[in-house]
C-alpha cells in the first residue's frame, strides 16, 4: 500500500503528462502526423551538433575513471568555474566555482534548494499562473505554497498583493521568467520593485527571505526582449537553471545553482546544499554531462526556429478570434478559453486531434496551455482543427 502522503500526488497527477500520453494513443490510432500535440514543454529542435562531438571527444580523449567516477556533491570545480567565468561575461557579475553547484536539471536544483532552506509550516510565495511542480516541490518539504492571483491582463506579477502576503514565516518565492505558461518576461522596473518589497519585509520581520528565480528558459527571449539577471537587484536571490531548453537536453538532466556570496548565511547555505545534492539521491549531477556543457558553454539551440512557431500560431489565432497576451520568451501561448470551463475546451480541441492542457494545471483556470515547441507542420495542421473548435463555440455545440 502506498504512502498517504502519495496519494495526493497521484490522484493529482500531471494533466500534462496524461494529456501527453493521450497523444501518444491517438498518434496510433490516426498517425502521428494527424496529431496535434502542444501538451509537453519538450523541444523539437535538434541540440547543436557539437553537443554530439563532445561527448565523442570526452569518451575518447578522457579517463574513463574520471569521467564516469564521482566528484564533488558540488560538480567538477573546472565545470563550475567554466559556468561562473562564462555568467560573468553575460552579466557582469563576479562569480567563482564556488557560487555554483552542478544539480540533476532544473527540478533537481530547485528541490535541493528547497531541502536547504524550507523548515516545515514554512510559506513560499508563487505567482499564479505557475509551474503546476512547484506545489508538489513545497510539499516535500512540509512548506505552505501562498498563491498569489492572476495579475489580468498583463500577467507580470501583482506586486501589491506581494507586500500584502509576506508574513514572518515567508521563507521564500519563486519566480520563472520567462514564464511558463504565459510567455512572459519580468521586466526589470518589476524586479527592481519586487527586491524593494523584499528588503523592506525583511526588516520589517527580522527574518531572511530568499528569491528563487527559475530560469530554464532565459535564452528563449524574442523581440529583443531583454531578461534581468536576479542576482544582481536582490542579495539573497538563488537561480535556478537548466540545459534542457538552451540546449534541447531535457532527457539529460542537468542543470545548476547559481548561490551568490551576498547571500545571508552564505557558507551554511553552500554546505547544506552540497549535502542535499547528496542526500536527496542525486549524489552529484550527470558526469558526462557535466564535462558537455563545459565544452559547449557557447553553443545555443536556433531560437528563430521557435520564434516563427510563435509567429505563426499566435497570428493564426488571433484572426480566429482566440484571446492571448503575446508571449515575450519561452515556447508556451496561453490563451483565454473560449468558454468559461477550459478542461471542457480541451475535451473539445481533443476530438480534433489538438492537444492542449487547462489553465487549472497552472492555477489560472479559464486558460488553456499551447507548448509550440513542435514541428512547423504540426502548427499549420492545427490552426484549421482550432479554427473548427472555435466555429463549434460559436454555434454553441459546447457538450451540457
Not at 71 to 80: C, H
Not at 98 to 127: R, S, Y
Not at 243 to 249: F, H, N, P, Q
Amino acid at each position: 500500500m502506498i504512502a498517504k502522503s502519495m496519494e495526493s500526488y497521484v490522484k493529482g497527477s500531471s494533466a500534462i503528462r496524461a494529456m501527453f500520453e493521450e497523444g501518444a494513443k491517438l498518434a496510433k490510432i490516426y498517425g502521428r502526423e494527424n496529431v496535434y500535440d502542444f501538451s509537453l514543454g519538450n523541444p523539437n529542435v535538434a541540440p547543436p551538433e557539437e553537443i554530439k562531438q563532445s561527448i565523442i571527444d570526452i569518451l575518447e580523449a578522457e579517463e574513463p575513471t574520471f569521467v564516469h567516477g564521482y566528484m564533488n556533491n558540488a560538480g567538477y570545480e573546472d565545470v563550475r568555474n567554466t559556468i561562473a567565468q562564462h555568467l560573468n561575461k553575460l552579466h557582469g557579475t563576479q562569480f567563482t566555482e564556488k557560487n555554483i553547484l552542478m544539480t540533476v536539471g532544473a527540478a533537481g536544483g530547485l528541490n535541493v534548494t528547497f531541502k536547504t532552506l524550507i523548515d516545515p509550516e514554512d510559506e513560499v510565495i508563487a505567482f499564479a499562473p505557475y509551474f503546476g511542480e512547484y506545489r508538489s516541490y513545497a510539499a516535500n518539504y512540509g512548506a505552505n505554497l501562498v498563491v498569489i492571483p492572476p495579475n489580468l491582463p498583463t500577467f507580470q506579477p501583482d506586486l501589491n498583493k506581494l507586500a500584502q502576503s509576506i508574513t514572518a514565516k515567508t521563507k521564500a518565492i519563486i519566480i520563472n521568467s520567462p514564464n511558463n505558461p504565459t510567455g512572459i518576461v519580468y521586466s526589470e522596473e518589476t524586479i527592481k520593485q519586487m527586491a524593494q518589497i523584499l528588503t523592506d519585509k525583511e526588516k520589517e520581520f527580522g527574518t531572511d527571505i530568499y528569491l528563487i528565480a527559475d530560469e530554464p528558459y532565459r535564452e528563449l527571449a524574442y523581440d529583443g526582449v531583454s531578461v534581468p539577471y536576479v542576482t544582481k537587484y536582490y542579495k539573497n536571490t538563488i537561480v535556478g537553471y537548466s540545459y534542457s531548453k538552451s540546449l534541447s537536453l531535457p532527457g539529460e538532466r542537468i542543470g545548476y545553482l547559481v548561490m551568490p556570496d551576498e547571500l545571508s548565511d552564505f557558507e551554511n547555505i553552500i554546505s547544506a546544499a552540497t549535502t542535499a545534492n547528496r542526500i536527496l539521491g542525486f549524489v552529484n549531477a550527470p558526469s558526462i554531462m557535466q564535462r558537455v556543457v563545459a565544452r559547449c558553454i557557447n553553443s545555443a539551440v536556433d531560437v528563430n526556429i521557435y520564434n516563427k512557431n510563435r509567429e505563426t500560431l499566435y497570428n493564426g489565432l488571433i484572426e480566429m478570434g482566440y484571446e492571448c497576451i503575446k508571449p515575450e520568451g519561452a515556447f508556451y501561448l496561453f490563451v483565454k478559453s473560449p468558454i468559461e470551463d477550459e478542461a471542457e475546451f480541451c475535451n473539445m480541441a481533443k476530438e480534433h486531434r489538438v492537444l492542449i492542457v487547462p489553465g487549472s494545471s497552472f492555477a489560472c483556470p479559464g486558460y488553456i496551455r499551447m507548448a509550440y515547441c513542435v514541428s512547423y507542420d504540426t502548427i499549420i495542421g492545427a490552426l484549421p482543427q482550432m479554427k473548427k473548435v472555435m466555429d463549434e463555440v460559436k454555434n454553441g455545440a459546447t457538450k451540457k
